[in-house]
T-cell receptor
Framework: EAQVTQNPRYLITVTGKKLTVTCSQN?????MSWYRQDPGLGLRQIYY???????DKGDVPEGYKVSRKEKRNFPLILESPSPNQTSLYFC????????????FGSGTQLSVL | GENVEQHPSTLSVQEGDSAVIKCTYS??????FPWYKQELGKRPQLIID?????GEKKDQRIAVTLNKTAKHFSLHITETQPEDSAVYFC?????????FGKGTTLSVSS
């Protein structure tokens, strides 16, 4: 089944404790991205990747890192989480060309205390 | 960069009525406009999309219209049902990104 797998589903942590949210897709998509969703603000892009070893900042990249060492994986790293990073995070991958569609992972609800 | 405005932020209708959600975009180079539905606690799901070379597209009770000149596009849901209750997001392509509107919470009461 074609899917974007994101883990964990829920995460509670404390300020300053490094964490990683994993994302994997099995559709051989070149494009992957991370979004955060906050009430009243919609979906805002954090980082995106056009291909292996190619990443770029989205609208709200501060406090986040990503890596794209292989096509299927695109982890989101918070080196020193802060309470303002409490949010719902979605990983997504996208097919290219005339039939481009964005597929979302199931989401990670992060709480930073 | 691209900016997508979505209205209204909340919409309440009676079952069987029609619902219309409108979005405007700023960059005339945008050429792909999807709509996503997000039910509570779930991921956004693509429900319909349209490209800039098409003015209207329908899929059963859902339709999307695009006015390139005015740079706005709309989602139309006819014969609404309680299961249509969700948050709906519009989006516009911009270079390599999809820029999302802030969402519309649709409530359909029976």
């Amino acid at each position: 089944e074609a899917q974007v797998t994101q883990n964990p589903r829920y995460l509670i942590t404390v300020t300053g404790k490094k964490l990683t949210v994993t994302c994997s897709q099995n559709m051989n998509h070149e494009y992957m991205s991370w979004y955060r969703q906050d009430p009243g603000l919609g979906l805002r892009q954090i980082y995106y990747s056009m291909n292996v070893e190619v990443t770029d900042k989205g609208d709200v990249p501060e406090g986040y890192k990503v890596s794209r060492k292989e096509k299927r994986n695109f982890p989101l790293i918070l080196e020193s989480p802060s309470p303002n990073q409490t949010s719902l995070y979605f990983c997504a991958s996208r097919s290219q060309g005339a039939n481009e569609k964005l597929f979302f992972g199931s989401g990670t609800q992060l709480s930073v205390l | 960069g691209e900016n997508v405005e979505q209205h209204p932020s909340t919409l309440s209708v009676q079952e069987g009525d029609s619902a219309v959600i409108k979005c405007t975009y700023s960059d005339s180079a945008s050429n792909y406009f999807p709509w996503y539905k997000q039910e509570l606690g779930k991921r956004p799901q693509l429900i319909i999309d349209i490209r800039s070379n098409v003015g209207e597209k329908k899929d059963q009770r859902i339709a999307v219209t695009l006015n390139k000149t005015a740079k706005h596009f709309s989602l139309h849901i006819t014969e609404t049902q309680p299961e249509d209750s969700a948050v709906y997001f519009c989006a516009a392509s911009w270079w390599t990104a999809l820029i999302f509107g802030k969402g519309t919470t649709l409530s359909v009461s029976s």
